[in-house]
């Protein structure tokens, strides 16, 4: 099975960066679309941004994370990246690594289509 590490949280003030990594083991090779959600006390799990690269690389984004976030794979890691600049307060959430064995087109931020999920990293933006 498909297992999902994600690392790279922690406390920054608002205008600063992270960058996060999850890194994917087993049969990597199965997962059309990977992702970041986060989700943030009393609120629901938000699609960061996504990206599907084993046809043809395409990119979402959230309209709150564009132009700040930036989400890349190294396919020969089996290792995906969440560059994150300018952060503000509001992005303080739990961030959870996602991927899906679902060929869907544009891969959607929509949680319920994806099948595996890391355990999560803190981000937290003061």
């Known amino acids: 099975d498909v297992q999902l590490v994600e690392s790279g949280g922690g406390s920054v003030q608002a205008g600063g960066s992270l960058r996060l990594s999850c890194v994917a083991s087993?049969?990597?090779?199965?997962?059309?679309?990977m992702g970041w959600f986060r989700q943030a006390p009393g609120k629901e799990r938000e699609g960061v941004a996504t990206?599907?690269?084993?046809?043809?690389?395409?990119?979402t984004y959230a309209d709150s994370v564009k132009g700040r976030f930036t989400i890349s794979k190294d396919n020969a890691k089996n290792t995906l990246y969440l560059q994150m600049n300018n952060l503000k307060p509001e992005d303080t959430a739990m961030y959870y690594c996602?991927?899906?064995?679902?060929?869907?087109?544009?891969?959607?931020?929509?949680?319920?289509?994806?099948?595996?999920w890391g355990q999560g990293t803190q981000v937290t933006v003061s």
């Open positions: 996602a991927g899906t064995i679902i060929a869907t087109m544009f891969c959607p931020r929509v949680s319920s289509l994806y099948n595996y």
């Open positions: 990206i599907e690269s084993n046809v043809r690389t395409t990119y």
């Open positions: 087993g049969p990597t090779y199965s997962l059309y679309c």
